[in-house]
């Protein structure tokens, strides 16, 4: 079964900065990646960054000029460089993509599926 493995996520001083990976594990044929939201202690879950299959995006106003989506379509990874951190943006990231996996011989599809979630701290 296609999932995801986050990482990247830590405790980093306000204006430093931070880079995020979410790699699909399994047996992935492909990987549609839909992009990073993120989730702070008592808040809703809200989109930061949007990337389509064609590679355009799109940022959340609070991130923009400071955070960038990327993918490699190659090595099924998702990423998202954060700059310029500042306390606002401490929360858990996930990512979310569709995969499409191996099975025995069968393949499947796996729609808006989430990585695990990874903890972004910004404090001094």
């Known amino acids: 079964q296609g999932q995801f493995v986050e990482s990247g996520g830590g405790l980093v001083q306000p204006g430093g900065s931070l880079r995020l990976s979410c790699a699909a594990s399994?047996?992935?044929?492909?990987?549609?990646?839909r992009g990073w939201y993120r989730q702070a202690p008592g808040k809703q879950r809200e989109l930061v960054a949007a990337?389509?299959?064609?590679?355009?995006?799109n940022y959340a106003d609070s991130v923009k000029g400071r955070f960038t989506i990327s993918k490699d379509n190659a090595k099924n990874t998702l990423f998202l460089q954060m700059n310029s951190l500042k306390p606002e943006d401490t929360a858990v990231y996930y990512c979310?993509?569709?995969?499409?996996?191996?099975?025995?011989?069968?393949?499947?599809?796996?729609?808006?599926?989430w990585g695990q979630g990874t903890q972004v701290t910004v404090s001094s």
């Open positions: 979310n993509a569709d995969l499409t996996y191996w099975s025995g011989l069968s393949l499947k599809r796996g729609y808006d599926l």
């Open positions: 399994g047996r992935i044929f492909s990987m549609n990646a």
């Open positions: 990337i389509t299959a064609g590679g355009n995006t």
